[in-house]
């Protein structure tokens, strides 16, 4: 088992940043895939960012459309902790945020099998 525990949501204004932590205990491994989800009131759950550790070949990230350019995945695997670092926020990007791991690598929902209880972010204009 893994858990996940989300922190770092909050209230910011329009242009804002913020950084989101995800804190890793049980069996972990640096191999999983990390992600972010978001989910936003009447919508579904979509993707945000991924990351992946491939050892020798590097870190592999990957990001959704809607976030490309403003918002930055990393993983500090000495502390067990995901980060989400999320800059010139839009209001649109107002949701629950969660983080989730994987032992393969996607983007869907159905790809991944551990998540957070979520970290709530709103954008105000």
């Known amino acids: 088992q893994v858990q996940l525990v989300d922190s770092g949501g909050g209230v910011v204004q329009v242009g804002g940043s913020l950084r989101l932590s995800c804190a890793v205990s049980?069996?972990?491994?640096?191999?999983?895939?990390m992600g972010w989800f978001r989910q936003a009131p009447g919508k579904e759950r979509e993707f945000v960012a991924g990351?992946?550790?491939?050892?020798?070949?590097?870190?592999?990230?990957n990001y959704g459309d809607s976030v490309k350019g403003r918002f930055t995945v990393s993983r500090d695997n000495a502390k067990n902790t995901l980060y989400l670092q999320m800059n010139s926020l839009k209001p649109e990007d107002t949701a629950m945020y969660y983080c989730?791991?994987?032992?393969?690598?996607?983007?869907?929902?159905?790809?991944?099998?551990?998540w957070g209880q979520g970290t709530q972010v709103t954008v105000s204009s």
């Open positions: 049980g069996r972990t491994s640096s191999t999983y895939t």
């Open positions: 989730a791991a994987s032992v393969s690598q996607g983007t869907t929902v159905q790809e991944y099998e551990y």
């Open positions: 990351i992946k550790d491939r050892g020798w070949f590097g870190v592999i990230t």
